[in-house]
T-cell receptor, first 118, second 111 residues
């Protein structure tokens, strides 16, 4: 597609429910990032993939959060047993090359998946 | 751990004013600094990228400066317009290729 696509755009989950958020990066993009943005805050890094390899998951807040990118394209962020503090916008971003912007990349963000846990 | 702060948190100005948004970061060992714009319900759009070796970048009515040694960047918006209303986020890229974002400045430009 023309840009980074995320689905669902909006999700309301009951506390304790599992959710799965999908990211379709720009075709051919090697790098994929997930960020979490709480209301009124800046995005916070969750995890980074280079193709199918998850090279950095240091930002995942707990073992209830799991991300995968099995074929090096589409990625899924799964949150198990959701809690109210998980309510946030989950942003996906992709870039063509390995590495960050300093490596000559331009990073493209999706519009986010808005998760509300009630 | 890198921390990024932005001042002011919110700003409301009449159309036509020149603005300065401030960003500070605690660890000067950055690869680059980027300013993003975020509209309500939307993702992030990159405005300006300053590499660590650069001092400023300009794009149209926007000018961003970087003083790496003091851990500061400013985004200057000239002749503001209502269409400039959005949240402006500053982000630094450390080793590891992920961004550390500030909390943003919410800008309202009144017609």
């Amino acid at each position: 597609g023309a840009g980074v696509s995320q689905s669902p755009r909006y999700k309301v989950a009951k506390r304790g429910q599992d959710v799965a958020l999908r990211c379709d990066p720009i075709s051919g993009h090697v790098s994929l990032f997930w960020y979490q943005q709480a209301l009124g805050q800046g995005p916070e890094f969750l995890t980074y993939f280079q193709n199918e390899a998850q090279l950095d998951k240091s930002g995942l807040p707990s073992d209830r959060f799991f991300a995968e990118r099995p074929e090096g394209s589409v990625s899924t962020l799964k949150i198990q047993r959701t809690q109210q503090e998980d309510s946030a916008v989950y942003l996906c971003a992709s870039s063509l090359f390995r590495g960050g912007v300093s490596a000559g990349n331009t990073i493209y963000f999706g519009e986010g998946s808005w998760l509300t846990v009630v | 751990k890198q921390e990024v702060t932005q001042i002011p948190a919110a700003l409301s100005v009449p159309e036509g004013e020149n603005l300065v948004l401030n960003c500070s970061f605690t660890d000067s060992a950055i690869y680059n600094l980027q300013w993003f714009r975020q509209d309500p319900g939307k993702g992030l759009t990159s405005l300006l990228l300053i590499q660590s070796s650069q001092r400023e970048q300009t794009s149209g009515r926007l000018n961003a400066s970087l003083d790496k040694s003091s851990g500061r960047s400013t985004l200057y918006i000239a002749a503001s317009q209502p269409g400039d209303s959005a949240t402006y986020l500053c982000a630094v890229e450390n080793y590891g290729q992920n961004f550390v974002f500030g909390p943003g400045t919410r800008l309202s430009v009144l017609p």
